[in-house]
């Protein structure tokens, strides 16, 4: 079956613009992740939905940052006013009902996004 | 606040050779632990989860990884790799109260040689 798909692949953004990131999670996956990984880290927490309410956003950087998921299935990650320091790649995760330990994360291929 | 340390950046190791990835922890809660791997223009994939119970936990492609507590560690293992084994591999850890949330280590690139 299908994974979670991430669009587009690769972004290149001049600095002050505005992007927006789609992630299509596994169909029927009621949590949905996004995950920031800076080039040469470890991925580290972005936000967190269970269906389409916004449960965690404590990860998201700035005010610039906003993510929704307004019919509990795919969920876009805009960033406004993008700046150097938001090039990073941006991972999308989908789990079945609960997340973390008792239920396994599916991540996506991820978004390339680069700030000039 | 959890965090997690890889030991090395990068492993080279020989085709059919054993490899050992290291991982500590710090948390002064209790911890979930995992091992993802991911491959190149791939997703991270789950190899292994250490939840309770057994502090080996076997996963799949050949790995196995032990918890040991008193360490805080949670080291990764293969005793014979394959050149399909070419990825980064990632621990992360996440606490039993807030387990949605993981925090990664920064990762182990494997290259494996023939």
């Known amino acids: 079956g299908a994974g979670v798909s991430q669009s587009p692949r690769y972004k290149v953004a001049k600095r002050g613009q505005d992007v927006a990131l789609r992630c299509d999670p596994i169909s029927g996956h009621v949590s949905l992740f996004w995950y920031q990984q800076a080039l040469g880290q470890g991925p580290e927490f972005l936000t967190y939905f269970q269906n389409e309410a916004q449960l965690d956003k404590s990860g998201l950087p700035s005010d610039r940052f906003f993510a929704e998921r307004p019919e509990g299935s795919v969920s876009t990650l805009k960033i406004q006013r993008t700046q150097q320091e938001d090039s990073a790649v941006y991972l999308c995760a989908s789990s079945l009902i609960l997340a973390g330990g008792r239920d396994t994360l599916y991540f996506g291929p991820g978004t390339r996004l680069t700030v000039l | 606040a959890q965090s997690v340390t890889q030991l090395d950046s990068q492993v080279p190791v020989f085709e059919e050779a054993p490899v050992e990835l290291r991982c500590n922890y710090s948390?002064?809660?209790?911890?979930?632990l995992f091992w993802y791997v991911q491959y190149p223009n791939q997703g991270l994939q789950l190899l292994l989860k250490?939840?309770?119970?057994?502090?080996l936990v076997k996963g799949i492609n050949g790995f196995e990884a032990e918890f040991n507590k008193s360490q805080t560690s949670f080291h990764l293992r293969k005793p014979s790799v394959h050149i399909s084994d070419t990825a980064e591999y990632f621990c992360?850890?996440?606490?039993?109260?807030?387990?949605?949330?993981?925090?990664f280590g920064a990762g182990t690139t494997v290259t494996v040689r023939a």
């Open positions: 250490y939840l309770s119970g057994s502090t």
């Open positions: 948390s002064s809660v209790s911890v979930y």
């Open positions: 992360a850890v996440s606490v039993r109260s807030n387990d949605y949330k993981l925090s």
